[in-house]
């Protein structure tokens, strides 16, 4: 399955900005799926996380100002940023994630879109 982000761009200080990530198979051949951004000079995080049950995760950073969600029906999961902040500006790449019976994790990602916060 292949997975295609895009709605990245420009956007002022406490603006707002949806990315989307379309998955060309079913999204539920994932037990998880997230996004990661990665600022230059810096390791890529994760940013918030949606597993195949509906569970959600954030890293602190973005707790109350990001949401992510997933519409099974379009194979998407849609990360909504509110109040953006010039630290929120990185590449942001998509993941899909498989564990198999034994532990093992198999990572699927996405090209990268480039969030930039600034005035």
């Known amino acids: 399955v292949q997975l295609q982000a895009c709605g990245g761009g420009l956007v002022q200080p406490g603006g707002s900005l949806r990315l989307a990530c379309a998955a060309s198979?079913?999204?539920?051949?994932?037990?998880?799926m997230g996004w990661y951004r990665q600022a230059p000079g810096n390791q890529r995080e994760l940013v918030a996380a949606?597993?195949?049950?509906?569970?959600?995760a954030y890293a602190d950073s973005v707790k109350d100002r990001f949401t992510i969600s997933a519409d099974n029906a379009k194979n998407t999961v849609l990360l909504e940023m509110s109040s953006l902040r010039p630290e929120d500006a990185a590449v942001y790449y998509c993941?899909?994630?498989?564990?198999?019976?034994?532990?093992?994790?198999?990572?699927?990602w996405g090209q990268g879109t480039l969030v930039t916060v600034s005035s």
């Open positions: 949606v597993t195949s049950l509906g569970r959600t």
């Open positions: 198979g079913s999204i539920f051949s994932f037990n998880a």
């Open positions: 993941n899909g994630r498989r564990v198999g019976p034994y532990g093992a994790v198999h990572d699927n």
